[in-house]
């Protein structure tokens, strides 16, 4: 990296879905949700600087899974982005991965947004933040809430954005399992589990949605039971997370859940204390790759450093 170079540097966060309630294929193929987001503090970092063409780099214990092509949503971002302006996409985009990869913690779409806000600062566009959360939109269906962090009700495919109340920090261990879960696949199990049941339209659950404005982590937990529809069929798909589920209860969670599409499993504290023997004891199971502690929620997409050129 040349010193004199003008650099943005954009902090993202993961999520978890605390509530993911999916109805019934559409004609496109998605599935409308009730989708309750929640940023946790676990982040990747996006930095852009001037390249004389396209570049992505990634560094990070799981760097070796992230691909660098234009199927990476930094990369399809800044394409994008440039494309709507008619400018080069002139930028290398180096990802300090820390998100679990293909997790169901959103860390495609945290790059995604992160991208998207970095080229925005370092071309100069300063788009409003309405057309950064479109282009969100378009790039994928978690991808606007990266960029707005905090937490929200998504509906629609999960890009329509309802900011939501968090009374208090909540305190999550988050268990990494070893290899991903494709969402694809997992909506696809979804579909074949379901096939021949009426799926009833999604519906967010309110005593969920007041458990998170009064930050009370008991009565949140009271209502993660069967929260995530995607639940049993990335289950069928790992059937061994039943396992990591088991141990996080039998180590006092208030509640365990799979993140997402999984193959993350999130369980929820009393304290930050209390997440911190949480995960020891998950690690000390053996039922998972690695367990991290964060707390929710989490601002969305910052920049945290912009260098103008020298
Ligand atoms: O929007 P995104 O590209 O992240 O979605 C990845 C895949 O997950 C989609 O191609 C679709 O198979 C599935 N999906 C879905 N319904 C949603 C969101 C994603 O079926 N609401």
């Not at 990634?58 to 494309?83: F, I, K, S, W, Y």
């Not at 978690?142 to 305190?171: I, N």
Request: net charge negative; hydrophobic share 45%; aromatic share 4%.
């Amino acid at each position: 990296m040349t010193p004199n170079q003008p650099r943005v540097r954009v902090r993202v966060p993961a999520k978890v879905n605390v509530q993911l309630s999916v109805g019934p294929a559409r004609p496109d193929g998605f599935h409308d949700l009730a989708n309750v987001f929640l940023a946790v503090g676990l982040y990747d970092e996006i930095t852009a600087t001037p390249a004389e063409t396209l570049r992505i780099t990634c560094e990070g214990p799981d760097a070796g899974q992230v691909p660098l092509d234009h199927t990476n949503l930094a990369a399809r971002a800044a394409l994008t982005l440039a494309a709507r302006h008619h400018i080069p996409p002139a930028v290398h985009l180096h990802i300090t991965k820390d998100i679990p990869v293909a997790g169901g913690m959103a860390g495609g779409s945290a790059d995604g947004a992160g991208a998207l806000l970095a080229c925005d600062r370092l071309w100069g566009l300063n788009s409003p933040r309405a057309e950064l959360l479109d282009i969100c939109a378009e790039l994928g269906s978690d991808v606007p809430f990266s960029l707005l962090g905090g937490a929200a009700l998504g509906t629609g495919r999960g890009e329509h954005l309802t900011p939501l109340p968090v009374g208090a920090p909540f305190s999550w261990v988050f268990a990494v399992a070893d290899g991903g879960l494709s969402t694809p696949k997992v909506f696809q199990e979804f579909d074949r589990l379901t096939a021949g049941t009426p799926v009833p339209p999604p519906t967010a659950n309110p005593a969920l949605l007041t458990a998170l404005s009064t930050g009370d982590p008991t009565a949140l937990a009271a209502t993660l039971t069967h929260s995530n529809d995607l639940q049993p069929a990335a289950l069928t798909l790992r059937p061994s997370l039943t396992a990591t589920l088991a141990a996080g209860t039998e180590a006092g969670a208030l509640a365990a859940l799979i993140s997402g599409s999984g193959p993350t499993t999130a369980f929820l504290a009393k304290s930050p204390e209390a997440a911190a023997d949480l995960a020891q004891a998950l690690l000390t199971s053996g039922t998972c790759r690695t367990a991290r502690v964060a707390t929710s929620p989490a601002e969305g997409a910052t920049v945290v450093e912009h260098t103008a050129e020298g």
